[in-house]
């Protein structure tokens, strides 16, 4: 049997990396050729992308363009900030973008910033007010709190049945969560940090995505399985959140060194 990992990149362990596992009846050295063969080929094509992820201004522009031209929406997602993968969840740039291009009929989800939902809450439902949303926790990661006027469209206790693929009938909790539009943007916020895989995340707030021009979600890959479905396309996007900062700056402390391509290895 033969066994491929891809390796998880931003583990900051020694051992990063991809990895091949071959079992054996005793044949070892059999083994750890077939295991070489298949490292040898991923060193030689350790430059191949298969996918390459939008600039925020350039998701923008082409989610604009696209409004009310067609009859599913367009899913954007935000890999860079992806609570699955341990970022903050808080991150503003997309959405800041999304708001200076007046996106019509869009949804975002989500922004977990649960001071932002309790303010939400005192505003109350059906009531216009202003909020500080997000770039609680690193404004370097994903950009600064954004001083929002709107109105308050749905404030529930988070609690929902997910029945998508991901979901089977399980209950999940947002904890206490909002629905604050901005011009034309439906914005999610929640108290209890969760990546978009689960269309009740939205429904349960009285969102219905499949009538948006637009569906902006924090996920990387999971989201894939609900949303995909739904859409007409899907694009990723590098919002430039903590995904994206370990990336570009190499923050790492346990990996061995050298290894590519935070060092130069010929």
């Known amino acids: 049997m033969v066994s491929i990992c891809a390796g998880f990149t931003a583990a900051d362990i020694h051992d990063v ?3 091949v596992t071959v079992t054996t009846d005793g044949d070892d050295p059999g083994g750890r050729a077939i295991a070489e063969e298949f490292m040898d080929h991923a060193w030689a094509t350790r430059q191949f992308t298969a996918i390459r992820h939008r600039s925020i201004d350039d998701a923008v522009r082409y989610a604009k363009d696209g409004e009310g031209k067609h009859e599913k929406p367009l899913i954007m997602s935000d890999v860079s900030d992806n609570p699955g993968s341990g970022h903050y969840g808080d991150a503003t740039n997309l959405l800041r973008a999304m708001i200076a291009a007046d996106l019509h009929n869009t949804v975002f989800y989500a922004i977990y910033d649960p001071q932002a939902v309790l303010d939400a809450a005192k505003i109350g439902v059906g009531n216009d007010g202003t909020i500080t949303l997000g770039g609680k926790h690193d404004i370097a990661a994903g950009g600064a709190p954004l001083a929002l006027t709107g109105h308050v469209v749905a404030i529930t206790d988070g609690r929902f049945q997910a029945f998508g693929p991901m979901g089977g009938g399980v209950w999940k909790d947002l904890g206490l969560s909002m629905l604050f539009r901005v011009g034309g943007i ?9 990546q978009a895989t689960d269309t009740a995340q939205l429904t349960s707030l009285g969102c219905d995505p499949t009538r948006k021009y637009t569906v902006a979600l924090k996920s990387n ?12 396309e899907v694009i990723t996007v590098d919002g430039g959140g903590l995904g994206t900062m370990i990336q570009r700056q190499a923050v790492f402390k346990n990996v061995r060194r050298p290894v590519w391509p ?4 010929d």
């Open 221 to 232: 890959h999971h989201f894939r399985a609900a949303f995909e479905p739904l859409g007409r």
């Open 17 to 19: 990396g991809p990895s």
């Open 186 to 194: 439906d914005i999610i916020g929640i108290t209890n940090n969760s």
């Open 262 to 265: 935070l060092d130069k290895i």
